[in-house]
């Protein structure tokens, strides 16, 4: 017997014992099904049940999972690409993002919300710095989920781009939770500047409990050109004058490289996205502890709010 045949049957290779743990996490052992005859066999006689309509075995008890958890929690869903599919390492990075949750609370935001994000620096005075801006890039799945803040300082505009799970942020607020008509907002860099400037000492606006997230329909009035992007070629629904700024030339070019029948694209939007069946098993597997989060955020909400009374004399 060679030697790596003999390491293959001791477990010595590291990455064979963390597959092992994988599969034996994922797994469960199930009875062996009892035979009628022979001596191992019980001699009672079995008694079949029929289940009441109302009723639900124990195989099908999940737990219930909302469904804006692929909204809410986007990160946690792979990246759609099968050259990039890994069951291994995704397994892991979830089992990581639910520690760094517990570590630290990251609320639910979304493109167009605005945040504080305070986050530990060497260079900065008491070692952290805090920037409050606009979500204007939410993107990438996983523990390489980033986001980008974006705000006007001394007439000088600032963007800030955080990994979600990026062990220097030490804590994230919203101070506006809000949505907007399009998926980002990089126009913000050629809008005016009122469209992207907020009070560093902005106060949070809360939400009643249970209340949906507001969308805000404000349309945005860009800067002549030169442009970041050629906007005219992308269908934007918060931008309000790309047509006093494109003139027929450019229009012409736009219409050229348009395709309006990948809307109707069946496959191309099949290989975009992640099959509801794969999604329900994965927040099936996180909804526990992601509960619990949610529960403990509530809790210190209340106490945050709530005023004590002064006692009178």
């Known amino acids: 017997m060679s030697i790596i045949q003999r390491k293959l049957f001791s477990g010595s290779f590291p990455l064979l014992n963390i597959v092992r743990r994988l599969v034996a996490l994922s797994t469960k052992a199930e009875p062996l099904p009892s035979s009628g005859t022979g001596a191992g066999a019980s001699q009672q006689p079995t008694r079949t049940t029929n289940p009441t309509p109302g009723s639900s075995s124990g195989t099908e008890r999940k737990s219930i999972v909302p469904p804006d958890y692929r909204f809410v929690y986007r990160e946690f869903l792979p990246d759609p690409k099968l050259e990039w599919r890994n069951p291994i390492r995704e397994k892991l990075e979830r089992l990581d993002m639910l520690d760094r949750r517990s570590n630290i609370d990251i609320p639910e935001f979304y493109v167009g919300s605005v945040l504080a994000v305070t986050s530990s620096d060497v260079h900065a005075v008491g070692k952290t710095s805090r920037f409050v801006g606009i979500c204007i890039v939410k993107e990438k799945c996983g523990l390489r989920a980033r986001f980008i803040l974006r705000n006007v300082v001394d007439n000088q505009g600032m963007e800030v781009s955080y990994d979600m799970y990026d062990p220097t942020l030490l804590k994230v607020e919203v101070l506006r939770l809000e949505k907007r008509l399009d998926d980002h907002l990089i126009y913000l860099r050629d809008a005016l500047d009122e469209y992207s400037t907020f009070d560093l000492n902005m106060e949070p606006e809360i939400l009643p409990e249970g209340a949906p997230v507001p969308v805000n329909d404000?349309?945005?009035?860009?800067?002549?050109?030169?442009?970041?992007?050629?906007?005219e070629r992308h269908e934007l629904q918060g931008v309000a004058n790309i047509d006093e700024h494109t003139n027929e030339k450019k229009q012409r070019k736009a219409e050229r490289v348009a395709t309006p029948w990948e809307r109707y694209d069946?496959?191309?939007?099949?290989?975009?996205?992640?099959?509801?069946?794969?999604?329900?098993?994965?927040?099936?597997?996180?909804?526990s502890q992601l509960h619990q989060?949610?529960?403990?955020?509530k809790k210190m909400k209340r106490k945050r709010t709530f005023v004590k009374p002064t006692k009178l004399a």
């Open 218 to 231: 404000v349309k945005v009035t860009l800067k002549p050109r030169p442009w970041y992007a050629r906007w």
């Open 266 to 287: 069946l496959m191309k939007e099949y290989r975009k996205t992640i099959p509801e069946e794969e999604q329900k098993e994965i927040f099936a597997e996180v909804h």
């Open 293 to 297: 989060l949610e529960m403990t955020r």
